[in-house]
């Protein structure tokens, strides 16, 4: 039972789009994700997921609009709908979700990460 | 589908120990609360709960030791662990736990707060 420094963690990750589990709860993961760039159009059936910007922005792209993510906020999409995250410049995301949640949910491609380091 | 920012959610709380609910997900609850002084000891029999300080320094007390947890960090306090959250100056808390977890856990006090408000 110890406590998280969340920049320590960031500190430690140096590539992109590769989540890491930084928290465990209530069947629930707290991942840890740099990100730049944009990643791939995906659903997760049966997830909803919290996208937190812990350092730059975060653009998240829906099929009807486009949500502007600003250091300091959180969103959280539904599970079912169909997301795009894109970043201009390098973001520092928390995620929180169920432990299920595959980062590319419904799409299987070289970007899906299935086995996540914890760090 | 909003996104939230979450210093607006504190500035709309001028109250102590009273968390205010800012995003619901697979079950679980995004609260924001304001604390300051000393909370009651207690513990949850079935929820493991999520600190992250948003803002201040929180000081969370055990049986065994006592953590300070700094702006930026979080600490996860697994189900059945006694605790006491504290803080000698105001501070800025996001708390990820099931949708079911009561603020004072165990115990029922005036400190009881059963009926949440979303903001």
Redesign the interface.
């Known amino acids: 039972?110890?406590?998280?420094?969340?920049?320590e963690k960031f500190d430690a990750i140096s590539d992109y789009w590769n989540p890491r589990i930084v928290?465990?709860?209530?069947g629930?993961h707290?991942k840890a994700v740099k990100i730049k760039g944009d990643f791939v159009w995906h659903l997760h059936e049966n997830?909803?997921?919290?996208f937190y910007v812990?350092k730059g922005v975060l653009t998240l792209e829906?099929r009807t609009k486009t949500?502007i993510?600003?250091e300091?906020?959180?969103?959280?999409?539904?599970r079912g709908?169909e997301h795009r995250p894109c970043a201009n410049e390098e973001a520092h995301i928390l995620l929180?979700?169920?432990a299920s949640t595959l980062n590319t949910g419904n799409i299987t491609n070289e970007r899906t990460r299935s086995k996540l380091e914890k760090i």
Chains 1, 2 share one sequence.
């Open positions: 039972m110890e406590k998280v420094n969340v920049k928290g465990e709860l209530n629930q707290v997830e909803d997921e919290l812990v829906f949500v993510v600003n300091g906020e959180f969103m959280i999409v539904p709908v929180f979700e169920p």
